[in-house]
């Protein structure tokens, strides 16, 4: 099994930042892509960025796009997602996600369907006031 366990969010003010902080355990990864989703209240789980575990590549929803930046210390078994000019609707829980499917991997298809990820994090709150 793969355990995976979100941290670093918060309570800020619009235009901050945040780096939050996903660390995986209980297997070696290689070959899979791992994301990033968020979901508000009332909202469905949306896609937020992803990318591959160790032969690099990243993909951003266009919400994400030029504020964010998704990245890994492979040797430390994390990944990181950098959060800039917070806004008041980036306020959401914040899971990161592993997608293990090998063929998405070796063509660097990103998915952005949380059905296509097999492991969750529990989430972390990020709340953005304005």
């Known amino acids: 099994q793969v355990q995976l366990v979100e941290s670093g969010g918060g309570l800020v003010q619009a235009g901050d930042s945040l780096r939050l902080s996903c660390a995986a355990s209980?297997?070696?990864?290689?070959?899979?892509?791992m994301g990033w989703f968020r979901q508000a209240p009332g909202k469905e789980r949306e896609f937020v960025a992803a990318i591959r575990w160790s032969a690099g590549g990243t993909y951003y929803a266009n919400s994400a796009k030029g504020r964010f930046t998704i990245s890994t210390d492979n040797a430390q078994n994390t990944m990181y997602l950098q959060m800039s000019s917070l806004k008041p609707e980036d306020t959401a829980v914040y899971y990161c996600a592993v997608d293990t499917k090998f063929n998405r991997y070796i063509s660097g298809s990103y998915s952005t369907f949380d059905y296509d990820y097999l492991y969750w994090g529990q989430g972390t709150q990020v709340t953005v006031s304005s």
């Open positions: 209980g297997r070696t990864f290689s070959s899979v892509i």
